[in-house]
């Protein structure tokens, strides 16, 4: 079974600051990975999808990365703003269903 | 629609009962799963629904848990006999294809007391 490790559990940083999620994965044969945010109380919310051919992903001041042999995903934050608080989530999706990772609790602190 | 639509939002249900959470997906989309989260935790995975059936029910953790999917569109998750341990946020997420992303439902927050 695909499991989906994210490192840290929680992160508090100054706004304006640059900063990366870590997400790893055991098994390389992945169809997609999808980066999502949550805001407490709320659902899902879609923030980049990379599909398996595909090394990264860019949206705004968000950059997801891919590497496949590593077992690896990052998602980069340029220039962090006290709305970004929420948690992350990282899916993996192998042809089966979603895994997902605990997620990682982001603050950022005006 | 535009989204996948949960209802209810919130769902309070004494030990014992038993409670429907319906899921509407986008129009079209052929994949449909729920999802359980529980506080602090990723969702997990109960059950997949290609068209009508149930292509992956491996997720459900016991008997008391049943989901359908009658006409390929709007999905009901039914829990028979509901325990406190069934507290959580019941997620719904719908997918046109293996490649094209999950768009996730707002959820439906189960409190069982």
């Known amino acids: 079974k695909q499991e989906v490790t994210q490192i840290p559990a929680a992160l508090s940083v100054p706004e304006g600051e640059n900063l990366v999620l870590n997400c790893s994965f055991t098994?390389?044969?992945?169809?997609?990975l999808q980066w999502f945010r949550q805001d407490p109380g709320k659902g899902l919310t879609s923030l980049l999808l990379?599909?398996?051919?595909?090394r990264e992903q860019t949206s705004g001041r968000l950059n997801a990365s891919l590497d496949k042999s590593s077992g690896r995903s990052t998602l980069y934050i340029a220039a962090s703003q006290p709305g970004d608080s929420a948690t992350y989530l990282c899916?993996?999706?192998?042809?089966?269903?979603?895994?997902f990772g605990k997620g990682t609790s982001l603050l950022v602190t005006p | 629609g535009a989204g996948v639509s949960q209802t209810p939002s919130n769902k309070v249900t004494e030990k014992g009962k038993y409670v429907e959470l319906r899921c509407d997906p986008i129009?079209?989309?052929?994949?449909l799963y729920w999802y359980r989260q529980s506080l602090g935790q990723g969702p997990e995975f109960l059950i997949y629904?290609?068209?009508?059936?149930?292509?992956?029910d491996s997720g459900l953790p016991n008997d008391r848990f049943f989901a359908v999917r009658p006409e390929g569109s709007v999905s009901t998750l039914k829990i028979q006999r509901t325990e406190r341990g069934d507290s959580a946020v019941y997620l719904c997420?719908?997918?046109?294809?293996?490649?094209?992303?999950?768009?996730f439902g707002s959820g439906t927050r189960l409190t069982v007391v």
């Open positions: 997420a719908s997918s046109s294809d293996r490649d094209g992303g999950y768009t």
């Open positions: 129009s079209g989309h052929t994949a």
């Open positions: 629904f290609q068209g009508t059936g149930a292509a992956d």
């Open positions: 098994d390389s044969a992945i169809y997609n």
């Open positions: 899916a993996i999706y192998s042809g089966y269903a979603l895994n």
């Open positions: 990379i599909q398996s051919s595909q």
